[in-house]
């Protein structure tokens, strides 16, 4: 049984920090892409960052460059996004997702999803 479970959302002021974990059992992680994706009240559903299988190599959406850093552990079968200088329009649902080898900017691509997980960003 494949399972996504997203942690590490809140509350958080303007300009700071949140790490979210993506752990995920019931298939071969190694072989997948995985990817965060986000979605605001009234939104569509959109690409944040994925990281690949087997290079590591990432991508970012242009709101996230700089500022969030995806990463994956391969020896926990768990995935992160690190949030740094949070900003009050990052406030979404955010979700990790996998697709086998490599990712994709279209939610429709993937077949895994984890609940989400709320992060809101607010003085």
């Known amino acids: 049984q494949v399972q996504l479970v997203e942690s590490g959302g809140g509350l958080v002021q303007p300009g700071g920090s949140l790490r979210l974990s993506c752990a995920t059992s019931g298939f071969t992680f190694n072989y997948y892409a995985i990817s965060w994706f986000r979605q605001a009240p009234g939104k569509e559903r959109e690409g944040v960052s994925c990281?690949?299988?087997?290079?590591?190599?990432?991508d970012y959406a242009g709101s996230a460059k700089g500022r969030f850093t995806i990463s994956r552990d391969k020896a926990k079968n768990t995935a992160y996004l690190q949030m740094d200088s949070l900003k009050p329009e990052d406030t979404a649902v955010y979700f990790c997702?996998?697709?086998?080898?490599?990712?994709?900017?279209?939610?429709?691509?993937?077949?895994?999803w984890g609940r989400g997980t709320q992060v809101t960003v607010s003085s």
């Open positions: 997702a996998a697709r086998a080898y490599s990712g994709s900017d279209d939610p429709a691509d993937y077949p895994y």
């Open positions: 990281i690949s299988t087997s290079d590591e190599s990432t």
